[in-house]
């Protein structure tokens, strides 16, 4: 060690020491030796090996350094709570719709008296009146064939419902139709009779889905 003494003109003293630098400092390697993690029998192997890494020197100022910059930085960084997010807003609009009640479907007849139901070897119902009763449609749709006979069905009108639906009006007394006429639940279609093979008066109305007759009640109100 040389030390030295200088004075200065402002009746101060300046005093200095030179110290000669040591060699350096042997520092302790970054990875552990492996071997002595292995021969430990005490404590588990995997957790030494960290244990050592992350108490090294070097590890420690990196780590400090890097924390105490992401204080200093987080000081001058705007941080705003998850709560003044505002979220998408989905505005559902509720508009009226006009909603028409229309009734689509009837009996073909004004007074509802069931004779005969659908059965095997009676594929229709049978529905009593008296001739001249006015006969209207199930549903709306197109008349698809009228029909004049002594025999079977007699005097028939058939509509096209669309969709392979039709409907079978037999034994009138009076058709008031012709093919292809457009018709709606208000038509007149005929009146009824007992025309055909028919044991008295009474109006014959079938249901048929691709030509196959279903029960009516499947279809008609209750």
């Known amino acids: 060690m040389i ?81 003044d997010i505002e979220p998408e807003q989905t505005v559902i609009s509720e508009e009226a719709t006009p909603l028409v009640t229309q009734s689509g479907i009837q009996y073909p007849v004004e007074k509802i008296k069931i004779t005969q139901g659908y059965k095997f070897y009676h594929p229709g119902i049978d529905l009593d009146g008296i001739t001249g009763d006015l006969i209207q449609p199930v549903m709306a749709g197109v008349v698809e064939n009228i029909s004049y006979s002594r025999f079977a069905y007699g005097n028939a009108v058939i509509v096209n419902h669309g969709n392979k639906i039709t409907s079978l009006y037999a034994h009138l007394s009076k058709i008031e139709v012709e093919e292809g006429q457009e018709v709606t639940i208000k038509t007149k279609l005929g009146e009824m009779g007992a025309t055909g093979q028919s044991w008295g008066d009474h109006l014959h109305l079938e249901i048929r889905d691709h030509n196959y007759p279903i029960n009516p009640f499947s279809v008609l109100p209750r």
């Open 3 to 83: 030390r030295l003494s200088i004075n200065l003109p402002t009746k101060h003293r300046l005093h200095l020491k030179l110290v000669q630098r040591r060699g350096p400092l042997l520092e302790e390697p970054l990875l552990p030796d492996m071997g002595k993690v292995l021969r430990a029998r005490a404590g588990s192997k995997f957790s030494r090996f960290f244990r050592h890494v992350f108490e090294n020197k070097r590890i420690k100022k990196i780590l400090g350094t890097n924390i105490a910059l992401i204080i200093v930085l987080s000081s001058f960084v705007p941080v705003r709570a998850a709560f």
